[in-house]
């Protein structure tokens, strides 16, 4: 696993099967504890995630205020 923010990052896991699922490749790997995961394959190449940095963290007013609504939506249920 090359994806540095996905909980398996460096391991190696057992490839059971591929599938194409809606146009993206889809790897089925066992991890160690036996369970069988569905792992985009971008994530298992190094080209594509070692590039990768962690940025500023950026969230809109907006989007804060429409989260902030929602939450209180379910609350009230």
Known sequence: ??????PL?????KL???AT?????EL????????VLGIPRWMT??????SMEIGNPVVGLPAL??????????KSR
């Open 65 to 74: 205020t429409e989260l902030r609504t929602l939450l209180d939506g379910l």
């Open 21 to 25: 699922i809606t146009g993206l490749e």
């Open 9 to 13: 990052f460096g391991s190696k896991l």
């Open 45 to 50: 190449e190094a080209g594509r995630c070692l």
């Open 16 to 18: 059971v099967k591929t």
């Open 28 to 35: 089925h790997c066992e991890a160690p504890d036996g369970i």
């Open 1 to 6: 696993m090359q994806y540095p923010w996905h």
